[in-house]
């Protein structure tokens, strides 16, 4: 607890054991004078409530009257005029702030534990960086190390900066990054993501990026960003508690008043002005909001927190409304749905050597980061000479085309080929096929293989079961698409579309879907930025994934895992099961209560229930958000 809510701990039990104490003394020991009797609890009133009374003060005058501090203070006050002017029963106007003090209290640890979780993933930002000086370790700030230091990294420590291991061996501990328990092996020449624990060797890392363009703090900045968006419960319910609030006020106050006059001036009766008085106090403490207005927001926040434990990041609670009405999730193939690591499996009908087409191939794709082009520098295996390539044209969603040695080379797909009106040569082997030519010669075909993920067909199996329809896109051949398709279990995929085609084909089923269902997309590469920003929910994958992707999604998956995509729509579902059911709950008590209050069968410890009780209860339900482990 905080010093804040111990004092307030404090408060409440001096308070607690003063009123129960001056109950028990009955006005006899006080000589009868009514004014002693009164004394204890008023002195315990004005130390449960001044801060109650200093708030609803200073937001009157800031315009905002209407809230749950005025409720209280004007519910309390009449209570403790009543037991003045009636029997000279004070617990009642004690016990009405005395609970909402508990509640705030018990709100207030509430959000304290949620912010705690939401810090332990905060927690990732290095406070400095090591860099060798005069054969020396100097610590200086991460913000002044400039691209393409070297920097030490210690058993122990936050890997501060984004980069390549350049010496040493090391095992890496992700899970505030990813969720993921099991340690990351690194080398020299593996990537390194800022934010990892080193938990053995010495690392010499190469950085990058700066500071402020790495891995951890773009996380931080999602994080702190999230809590920023609202979503359209959050809104409903602030409009709610904006119109809720002046009306319960006035209808209490027509509650006193009316029912006394009809009664004097039109039944003749007296008009039991302090039994209807009474009615309007409890209708008062029973239409307090606070369990709507805490509960709701709450919800998202331990939600959104508990989705980062798990290495899901969530930029806000609008996206995690959407992301709970999925209906439709679109996937890209490569480095979603598999690893994005091609191999080389065969060279065909090659006017040229196997070699020398190989190495072509890697030199026109030598500027490119794309798995494809790796992976014929990978098959080629020999130090690139890049000065031998000049005049290099990338096209996107076909090839590349450049020149090599003064001879013009092309390497893409058919697309490519058609472009340049090369006749080309079909395979009858499922994989990617790199078409090339020389000189406007077709000289051969390079097969490419991707490797699946091994979660992939048990991610869209657990997407299917619940209710989803998974849709594959991607700019492969065909019969590699439909190959892949059958494998991971996916009935629609959409083959051989460029950037500007799958954008097209997401709006396209966006148009088609129902009102309430909604379409996610995921994707890893720079070309899926468009796509991302176009899908109801742009899901990245973010170990992986490209920081234009990164940038334009709503959710990003930390580790790369497609089991995180469902994961991710059930803990958004299991979030908006909580707020539907408190607000449910809240309002049905809440409605019951002030019906009860107002016809007289109620009384204060009813409503003190309705009000404090059912906040906790709101609370202590809220924080479930927080448990997704096993979701």
Known sequence: ????????????????????????????????????????????????????????????????????????AVASIGAFALGILKDGEYSEAIAVVLFFQVGELFEDYAVDKSRRNVAALMDIRPDYANVEKEGSLVRVDPDDVAVGTEIVVQPGEKVPIDGVVTSGRSSLNTVALTGESLPRDVEPGSEVVSGCINMTGVLKIRTTTEFGESTVTKILELVEDASSRKSESENFITKFARYYTPIVCYSALALAVL??????????????WSDWFYRALIFLVISCPCALVLSVPLTFFAGIGGAGRQGILIKGANFMETLSKARY???????????GVFEVTGVHHSRISDEKLLELAALAESASSHPISKSLQRAYGKTLDRSRVTDIEERSGRGVVARVDGHTVAAGNSRLMDELGIAWIPCHKVGTL???????????????????????????????????ECIMLTGDGRKTAEDMARRLGIHQVYSELMPEDKVAKVEEIIRHKGKKEKVLFVGDGINDAPVLSVADVGVAMGAMGSDAAIEAADVVLMDDDPLKIGKAIRISRKCMRIVMENIIFAIGIKVICMVLGAL????????????????????????????????
Do not use: C
């Not at 905080?2 to 129960?20: L, S």
């Not at 090339?436 to 657990?462: C, F, R, T, W």
């Open 600 to 631: 007289g069968l109620a009384n204060i410890w009813m409503a003190i229930f309705a009000d404090t009780g059912v906040l906790i209860l709101a609370v202590l339900n809220a924080m479930r958000a927080l448990f997704v482990g096993n979701v």
């Open 434 to 468: 790199v078409h090339m030519a020389v000189d406007g010669e077709y000289a051969g075909h390079i097969l490419i293989s991707d490797v699946m993920k091994e979660n992939s067909p048990q991610a869209v199996q657990e997407m299917q079961q619940s209710g989803i």
């Open 259 to 272: 029912p006394p006059l009809v009664r004097m001036g039109i039944m003749g009766l007296a008009p039991a």
């Open 329 to 339: 999730v679109v996937m890209d193939k490569t480095g979603t749905l598999t690893k």
């Open 1 to 72: 607890m905080t010093n804040e809510q111990k004092q307030i701990g404090a408060r409440i039990a001096v308070t607690a054991a003063v009123t129960i104490i001056a109950s028990a003394v009955p006005v006899s020991v006080y000589g009868g004078s009514r004014l002693l009797h009164m004394l204890p609890f008023l002195l315990a009133y004005i130390l449960i409530s001044y801060d109650v009374f200093h708030d609803a003060w200073r937001n009157i005058l800031r315009g905002q009257v209407f809230d749950e501090k005025f409720l209280m």
